[in-house]
């Protein structure tokens, strides 16, 4: 009798197990998708025992079901971004969200985009910031570009005559041909820092920079050894100064990740809307607070939304 | 200390906090007049036709009388802009190169003109020229063949202004509540040119402490404490609660 009650027992739990198995859901091919953190030494420390956070996640382009989708603003209606990321996102496989490029303040529902920034073909900024250097490209299919301000090589492709055309935003006549053609595309475009364009840096130390073990992020668009591309967000949570943590996610990509070359890589501002959720391949949340912005805001209070997805 | 002598040191504390409390109200720009909108002169004498004489398609961008126009010209009227467009077509042959030549015209030989204007701090000024350029908007959506040259002028100098604003905001902070500052900062807002305002720490944490984002200022203000700050802040609160205990103990165990 006892035999038997064992013998069901071990069954019922071998086919429980192999169930839910199957019936756990996976939003994305963990091959293409892939999380990690790693305890690294502090770049300029001579103590090789003190280490800080890098939280990493990869995402590969290949065979493009790795897709981006940016929320620039409160829509044209008043929906904020929380409420249009929500009812986007209900038949979507959501990889990450963050916060993306700067507000002009931090209260989500008067805040707005600080540079050039046009939300699904829809302009909500039309001031170039120069001193941000780089303009991102988001299209409405799933795909991301950017370009440095200053070398005019904004490319661009109409997806009906499938022409290409070379911007520089800073010609007021070429200005006015990309916002027409971002209309027509509905695509999104908006300003941050670039740091890193085709493997140089772009930032200058600033020696009276204060700021201590803030946390930084960065999206860092790269080249792999087979041509591939993938997208990284290198999650830094104690990185010090802006210029060492740019330093940091560069040396770490070159080095460690061994990709050929940093196509682009920008600033996510994880300032005073500092949104960062990541999910597991199950679509749960990742809970690893490395992997999370600020715990105190709600989707409600993101400014902006950067989300990648899967499909 | 006698009272007599304190009550005079009291009142004489708090008469000074009033009078430097009345002289920065004073010193605050209540100013809230501002410049109307000035009317557009409706004669086209300018006769661009004639100034062109000689010039060819090859050689106009270089020889366009640019400040001779500027000078002259009726360039704040629609209907004269459209006919020195025609002038200019019927040299250049070529209708968006005339819209280029009257767009560098209007913007960054403007600018040169009228740089001077603009280096210092005048509220009055900017609003004459954002009044100007607000114009340029309209006349893209009445005439749709020269819908270019229009959006142009408007972009450049929203833009202009826009940049201006910034940079005189960080050159002054203090300009960021004066009553004519705020109105330019709004109409650029409405007509989305955004100005990001330099916000120094301290607005920064009133700004916090208004909204009551609790989490965010105790997150910032103890990432960026230094070690010394943190040690000193330690001690603060262990000073502060020992002292609690204290009185606890005095009034309450005694």
Not at chain 1, 23 to 49: A, E, F, H, R, S
Not at chain 2, 219 to 236: G, H, P, R, T, Y
Request: net charge positive.
């Amino acid at each position: 009798m006892k035999k038997k009650v064992l013998a069901l027992s071990f069954g019922a739990f071998l086919l429980l197990s192999f169930s839910t198995k199957f019936l756990q859901k996976q939003i994305y091919d963990t091959k293409l998708v892939q999380t990690k953190t790693l305890q690294l030494k502090v770049v300029g420390q001579n103590d090789p025992n003190v280490k800080e956070p890098y939280a990493i996640l990869k995402m590969s382009r290949k065979s493009d079901r790795v897709k981006v989708r940016y929320f620039a603003a409160k829509s044209y209606d008043g929906t904020m971004v929380g409420s249009r990321y929500s009812s986007w996102s209900a038949n979507k496989n959501v990889i990450a969200i963050s916060s993306g490029t700067y507000m002009d303040l931090c209260d989500a529902s008067i805040a707005k985009p600080m540079g050039l920034c046009i939300d699904d073909g829809n302009i909500v900024n039309n001031k170039i910031e120069n001193t941000y250097g780089g303009i991102v490209v988001v299209y409405a299919t799933g795909g991301m570009v950017a370009s440095a301000i200053e070398k005019g090589d904004l490319n661009i492709t109409n997806s009906k005559t499938h022409s290409k055309m070379t911007i520089d935003v800073r010609n007021q006549f070429q200005k006015q041909a990309f916002i027409d053609w971002a209309k027509e595309e509905k695509a999104t475009v908006f300003q941050t820092h670039l740091f890193v364009y085709k493997d140089s840096l772009r930032l200058i130390e600033n020696p009276n920079e204060r700021m201590k073990n803030a946390p930084r992020r960065f999206l860092a668009v790269c080249k792999e050894e087979d041509g591939t591309v993938s997208h990284y967000i290198v999650n830094l949570p104690r990185a010090s100064t802006l210029y060492q943590g740019v330093v940091k996610a560069k040396e770490y990509l070159k080095n460690i990740e061994d990709v050929t070359q940093i196509v682009f890589m920008i600033n996510l501002d994880p300032g005073c809307q500092n949104f960062y959720n990541v999910h597991n391949s199950d679509g749960s949340k990742k809970l690893e607070s490395n992997f999370n912005g600020d715990p105190n805001l709600t989707i409600n209070q993101a400014a902006n939304l950067l989300a990648y997805y899967y499909e | 200390m006698p009272n007599s002598t304190r009550n005079k040191i009291i009142v004489s504390l708090t008469a000074l906090i009033i009078v430097v409390l009345f002289f920065f109200l004073s010193k605050a720009n209540n100013n809230n007049y501002l410049p109307e909108q000035r009317n557009t002169e409706s004669n086209c004498t300018y006769n661009l036709y004639a100034k062109l004489t000689g010039l060819n398609n090859q050689n106009i961008v270089a020889q366009f009388p640019y400040n001779d126009y500027l000078e002259h010209s009726n360039f704040n009227n629609i209907e004269c802009l459209k006919k020195d467009l025609t002038d200019l077509d019927s040299v250049t042959k070529d209708a968006m190169t005339s819209q280029q030549i009257l767009a560098t015209t209007l913007t960054d030989s403007l600018q040169k003109r009228v740089a001077n204007v603009y280096k210092i701090y005048q509220p009055d000024s900017l609003i004459y020229l954002m009044q100007w350029a607000e114009r340029f908007q309209y006349y893209a959506e009445i005439d749709t063949k020269n819908k270019i040259l229009f959006k142009v002028v408007y972009d450049y100098w929203m833009n202009f202004i826009s940049d201006k604003l910034t940079l005189f905001s960080k050159e002054t902070p203090s300009i960021k509540y004066a009553f004519k500052f705020k109105f330019l900062v709004a109409k650029c807002s409405e007509r989305k040119y955004n100005i990001g305002l330099k916000v120094t720490s301290t607005e920064k944490v009133i700004d916090n402490l208004v909204r009551s984002k609790w989490g965010h200022l105790f997150d910032a203000s103890w990432n960026q404490a230094s070690l010394l700050q943190k040690i000193l802040l330690s001690l603060l609160i262990v000073t502060f609660l020992y002292g609690i205990y204290c009185i606890i103990l005095k009034h309450f165990f005694k």
